[in-house]
């Protein structure tokens, strides 16, 4: 039987003779059902028309589809003893992306910020044995293709090495998660940040959001609850979500400046 993909949001769903009857990602406020209605594809549809590339983006690989499709974010590799770390997800896995991967030392793990990026991990992480999918537990009801790969974490922190820790800040979603790299930057720390915390297009600056599309902010209660989670770490780069959205130096600076300056623009 097909695995289903929502064209609108890319998340994948479970095998099924037919489509599923709704997309609860898309009928979030925080997401949107496409205007022409809801539609899906098979993982093969979706091969026919699309395929992934994968280059550099400030030092890391990443991986994305092209043309784009769906929210179009790109994934990102970390390296790590063991494999790389699979930083958030794509909708597609191919077999050339797969053996670019291996190529690269493989999988160890594959951690997602949101629910948005969860994409195709069950396919990502079959593809190299079965390797763990780290998704917060707060998120648990919003994982549209259930997996026994899935490791459903708790708290406000998990350590997967010496040099990469997940954190639960919250914000856009209950889970949301952020990855600190303490050995990014050529050993001064990045945080890869997804759109927890949204890299601006003058890439000196970042914003926060509950919905990007529909244009609800954020509250200034889980703001500040973000900007907690992060003040412990020493960083000098962030990550975003798409290609080229990355604050390549003085990172600490600029997210303690767009925290105040989000506070500000929120106030009475």
């Not at 898309?26 to 028309?49: F, H, I, M, P, S």
């Amino acid at each position: 039987m097909p695995v289903w993909t929502c064209k609108q949001c890319g998340a994948q769903f479970g095998e099924s003779r037919t489509p599923p009857s709704s997309c609860p990602i898309c009928e979030d406020e925080r997401q949107y059902v496409n205007w022409k209605g809801q539609t899906w594809l098979t993982r093969e549809q979706l091969a026919e028309d699309h395929r992934l590339v994968w280059r550099d983006d400030l030092g890391l690989t990443g991986i994305g589809l092209e043309p784009d499709f769906a929210i179009a974010q790109r994934a990102l590799l970390v390296p790590d003893a063991g494999g790389c770390v699979l930083w958030d997800c794509v909708p597609l896995a191919t077999e050339e992306a797969i053996a670019h991967v291996r190529s690269l030392g493989g999988l160890k793990a594959i951690a997602v910020s949101h629910p948005h990026y969860y994409g195709a991990v069950a396919d990502w992480s079959e593809a190299f044995g079965g390797v763990p999918i780290y998704l917060h537990g707060d998120d648990a009801r919003w994982v549209t293709r259930p997996h026994k790969a899935i490791l459903p974490w708790s708290g406000d922190s998990l350590a997967l090495s010496d040099d990469i820790t997940l954190l639960r800040t919250g914000g856009h979603f209950a889970g949301g998660t952020i990855l600190h790299w303490r050995a990014g930057a050529q050993g001064c720390g990045a945080l890869l940040t997804g759109d927890v915390a949204m890299v601006a297009a003058d890439r000196r600056s970042l914003s926060f959001m509950y919905s990007y599309p529909n244009y609800i902010p954020l509250n200034a209660s889980a703001v500040r609850g973000i900007a907690r989670a992060v003040a412990p770490l020493a960083f000098d780069r962030i990550y975003g979500a798409w290609w080229d959205r990355h604050i390549a130096a003085g990172a600490k600076a600029a997210f303690d400046f767009s925290v105040r300056r989000y506070l500000d623009a929120i106030a009475d």
